[in-house]
């Protein structure tokens, strides 16, 4: 028996402990319980789970690996090392878990188009893509300045096939994407579903978001037990929303023997106003529809938040990582941009493996801890990203 209970999480209110919820419209509450009505019915026939586990098979390139980090461990001189690859799956990162159960969601819904705003793009190409594979009409709303500076993601998301709808309202950024794609949706929320990038929002998508990224943790679980006849003695993962994170820590919850550590960006400092560090720093309130720890300036509004990571700068987080922190149950840690850097670099020259800056975050951490470990512990780490997308920004900021 595990010293913590987590069994049904949320309940049926949508609540993780104090955090979670839906904090919205009654009108759009009728249409968010309609939609967890339909997952969990939909979620439990055969014909959903054998056509999710077959795409997560044949077109993501499930189970993704579990490699020893060998060189790097043995440079720090500590910790034995392991990296959980979600880098190698179709698209280069874990979004496509959750993309792919949400659109295969909608199919089954029988919804006729896909909502979504995008940041710097990762949730807009990986939506897209789900959608182009499952056949179903999908928009994604982005801010004018992020169409200029992702140039990359727009074009992919242009090639998908996918109607890309540019914001120019307000600051033309990530909020006002959000505000117009929400504007959409309401037109008609009966025949379209939002599709939320992260376990963040209203209940029930920290819900679902979880359970599609889950399969991480379910796999890396029997990956290293299976290898290593016991379990990890630390796991970790960056957390921006959160869901990388979730995917993989849930496996683990109740293995008292696993210590879990979420990593929050502290960018040029904690002690600047230029981080992203929402559970280090924030407090609880409220944020898109959801009860969480949030940062906020002295009036209430959402702080702006940095992050060398595009991927983690938010100034909300999961409500079931609010639950878990103030549960003790996870430890939430920072790394600074420089940090990142560092380890972006370290992994790409000793191991070859080029990692995103978001899963940079958790790399840096793991080599951190690791030098003050013996050669005998283990520390999992989730690497939810390849760092192609990253190549051009960091060459130029190290003048490479
Ligand atoms: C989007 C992204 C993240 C952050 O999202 P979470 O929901 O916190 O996992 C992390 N890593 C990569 C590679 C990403 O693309």
Redesign the pocket.
Known sequence: MSKFDFAPMPDNEGFFGNYGGQIIPPELKQVMDEIDRAYEEIRQTEEFQNELMQLFQDYVGRPSPIYHAKRLSDKLGGAQIYLKR??LNHT????INHCLGEALLAKFMGKTKVIAETG?G??GV?LATACALVGIPCEIHMGQVDIEKEHPNVTKMKILGCKLVPVTRGTATLKDAVDSAFEEYLKDPVNYIYAI????GPHPFPKM?RDF?SIIGREARQQFQDKHNTLPDYIT???????????LFTAFLEDDSVNIVGIEPSGKGLETSEHSATLTLGKPGEIHGMKCYVLETEDGEPMPVHSI????D?PG??PQHSYLKDLGRVEYQSVTDEECLNAFMTLSQVEGII?????SHAVAWAMRAAQEMDKDTTILVNL???GD?DADYVADKLDL
Do not use: T, W
């Open positions: 979600e880098d280069g990162a874990h979004k710097a990762q949730h990986a990038g992260s376990v963040v978001v990224q993962a960056c957390v921006g929303g959160g869901s990388n994170a979730m995917g990571a595009s991927g983690l938010y987080v999961g990692p995103a800056l978001e899963s939810s990203g390849r997308k």
